[in-house]
């Protein structure tokens, strides 16, 4: 359970008061506690009778599978770990380092376990587009380079915010926060290509600008549901998956309580190759994650600023977002940010 170590110090502290109602979420959640306070066989009693109600996901099959191996039931711990790859499993790494399997290495099941995992990944990584499949062109509205909230406010103020309104976000709200992030602020001619387009809101190493930024759009005023990649060259929008698709962005951040009230998220991929080129390793290592902060601070206040609520994720299974936003395979995703009204 390493790599959900984070996820689920956030989701036990944002379930603390929930109800116990015994609907399956709330048997997870309780699951998940138990989990913390290291008490397995208690979770895993609380998985076994979430499944029965006929709900599951593929991190709450492989959370009861590690209850199982801590506990020694070998044979459990692989039948909830097959279920785990089945229902969409591919995270091989964290499979393959997590402490808490480490008793089922030696088994004689763990290869046929590798070997799906490695079969499951094979087949979403061929499912990943060379280019990215381009659709209508949404012309966003001309944000606002002023306004009520300073910057100083804005900083003292801002936080993270996981739980939302139910209120939708505007399209105006929405090319606020793109602009924000990562809009053009300065172009001139004749400017190298590797600026694309020119300057923006967000400093970047060396002007490589590396980041691409894509808005999954669930409950915006004046926009329909989809995913779409913002193009800050121009400040439009291009559709590249029609419909709603937050029960999959939602499922590859291993279903955090956010998605559930958020009415968009923001979500960060990078071209790690336009930063290397200059700087090699120490481009990928250290300034594509500079430029990553540099941005995503610039949402969070402009986000304060309009009354809306946001949180960066970075738990999720990379292969299973890059395929709910429809990324390239050049792309690697970084982050998201889901967005709401609140009070």
């Not at 763990?110 to 381009?134: C, G, L, S, Y």
């Amino acid at each position: 359970m390493r790599f959900r170590t984070s996820l689920l110090i956030l989701i036990v502290l944002g379930f603390a008061s929930a109800s116990v109602a015994q609907g399956y979420d709330a048997l997870v959640r309780q699951a998940e506690a138990r989990i913390m306070a290291k008490e397995w066989k208690e979770a895993l009693a609380l998985y076994e009778q979430a499944f029965k109600t006929g709900e599951f996901s593929y991190n709450d099959f492989y959370n009861a599978a590690c209850a199982a191996a801590l506990l020694g039931k070998e044979d459990d711990a692989y039948s909830y770990l097959m279920k785990s790859v089945e229902a969409g499993l591919i995270e091989k790494d964290g499979l393959q380092q997590d402490p808490d399997l480490e008793s089922l290495r030696k088994g004689a099941k763990w290869q046929t376990v590798i070997d799906a995992v490695t079969e499951a990944v094979k087949v979403a990584e061929q499912n990943i587009p060379e280019t990215r499949a381009e659709g209508p062109v949404i012309d966003l509205p001309a944000p606002r380079f002023d306004g009520t909230v300073s910057v100083e406010a804005a900083l003292k103020n801002r936080r993270s915010i996981r739980s939302y309104l139910e209120t939708p976000i505007t399209l105006a709200d929405v090319s606020q926060l793109l602009w924000a992030a990562y809009g053009i602020t300065m172009t001139r001619d004749n400017m190298p290509a590797f600026l694309r387009g020119g300057f923006r809101t967000a400093p970047s190493a060396g002007g490589r600008f590396p980041l691409d930024l894509y808005l999954a759009a669930f409950n915006v005023t004046g926009l329909p549901a989809g995913i779409y990649y913002y193009k800050s060259e121009t400040h439009q929008l291009v559709r590249l998956i029609e419909g709603d698709k937050r029960a999959e962005v939602s499922k590859a951040a291993f279903d955090q309580s956010q998605f559930k009230t958020a009415s968009a998220a923001i979500v960060y991929s990078a071209v790690y190759e336009r930063t290397m080129v200059k700087y090699g390793q120490r481009g990928r290592d250290r300034y594509v994650c500079m430029d990553l902060g540099h941005s995503a601070e610039n949402v969070y206040l402009q986000a304060h600023a309009l009354k809306i609520g946001t949180c960066a994720i970075g738990a999720f299974t990379d292969l299973w977002l890059k395929k709910a936003i429809g990324m390239t395979r050049a792309e690697e995703p970084l982050y998201i940010m889901p967005l709401g009204k609140v009070e």
